[in-house]
């Protein structure tokens, strides 16, 4: 009986110490390959949640393919972006920032002065269609105008339908003034945003051309400054960030970017909507209730400190 006894015992300290959950089972982060340098990725997490993520990071060749490493078991926590469809499925769990690393990010549409200028009183009208069709566009409409291109729909044909869906389409007189061009970065998010400013700009009877940057978004603000566009759909947390030091506090962003791109490039942000494309850290609901993780802080369990 007591070798039996002695047998369990072993057999029982071998099973808590590899247990799911403990302390010893390797928790991987995929994300971007900028990760380590990132403020909203190792950099934050070093500085704000005391935590050295370079020995566990699995860098993504593809940056918002995060949920998709979590589905091929290469990771069990990922970098994802809010306005990623797959954010919404019931198995995937958001895990909470809960000491606030993570700025907002939500879109705006960035205009050059001198194209308002142009139009005069006219200007007033630019401003509330494009602001008008910002109001409505919350992330969860952002996840579902991504689905519909991810499904092989064209992002002018989403872009529009979401307009005249939400009452902001029609058709006015031409209206005289120069065309408005409007730049997309080379992802397909901004490709539909542009189209949806142009279809609510056209509704009104404004000449509209829509067009690529060739770029992201160095290549949209340059091309801003210089006026080859005259506006293109922006996310106010990280134009900040390129632009010069974003504030801690997020209700002083749009007045500091507004500074900021009056200096830069001669132009203004309009209204930003609810809807944003920002960082989060994602986590499957199964792994979640395994490893008893809920939030960020959580991970400290699993990673080591960053020794500040």
């Keep these: 009986m007591s070798r039996i006894r002695a047998a369990a015992?072993?057999?029982?300290?071998?099973?808590?110490?590899?247990?799911?959950?403990?302390a010893q089972e390797t928790v991987r982060l995929a994300a971007p390959v900028d990760c380590l340098t990132n403020p909203g990725c190792g950099q934050g997490l070093a500085r704000i949640y005391g935590l050295e993520v370079a020995g566990v990071h699995v860098p993504l060749e593809v940056a918002d393919a995060g949920i998709q490493a979590l589905d091929d078991g290469v990771a069990e926590?990922?970098?994802?972006?809010?306005?990623?469809?797959?954010?919404?499925?019931?198995?995937?769990?958001?895990?909470e920032d809960d000491k606030g690393m993570l700025g907002s990010d939500r879109i705006v549409p960035v205009v050059r002065n001198s194209v308002l200028r142009a139009y005069g009183r006219r200007a007033r009208d630019i401003r509330r269609r494009l602001n008008a069709a910002s109001e409505v566009l919350t992330t969860l409409a952002l996840r579902q105008l991504n689905q519909q291109v991810i499904d092989g729909r064209l992002p002018e044909a989403v872009g529009g339908e979401f307009v005249d869906s939400n009452g902001l389409g029609g058709i006015a007189p031409r209206r005289p003034g120069p065309r408005i061009v409007i730049g997309h970065q080379d992802f397909a998010e901004n490709e539909t945003l542009a189209y949806l400013y142009a279809e609510a700009l056209r509704a009104g009877g404004y000449r509209v051309a829509?067009?690529?940057?060739?770029?992201?978004?160095?290549?949209?603000?340059?091309?801003?400054?210089?006026?080859?566009?005259?506006?293109?759909?922006?996310?106010?947390?990280s134009l900040m960030s390129f632009l010069g030091r974003r504030p801690a506090d997020d209700g002083r962003l749009r007045r500091k970017l507004r500074r900021a791109l009056e200096r830069r490039a001669r132009a203004r942000p309009l209204k930003l909507a609810p809807g944003e494309n920002r960082n989060v850290f994602v986590i499957k609901t199964d792994t979640a209730r395994r490893l008893g993780v809920?939030?960020?802080?959580?991970l400290a369990t699993y990673w080591p400190a960053s020794g500040r």
């Excluded at 015992?9 to 403990?22: D, R, T």
């Design 77 to 95: 926590v990922a970098v994802a972006f809010s306005s990623n469809p797959d954010l919404s499925r019931p198995d995937v769990l958001s895990l």
């Design 294 to 298: 809920e939030k960020l802080s959580d």
């Design 9 to 22: 015992a072993c057999l029982l300290g071998s099973l808590l110490l590899v247990a799911p959950g403990s």
């Design 210 to 237: 829509v067009r690529s940057v060739r770029g992201l978004r160095a290549e949209a603000v340059r091309r801003l400054r210089r006026g080859r566009i005259a506006m293109y759909p922006a996310y106010s947390g």
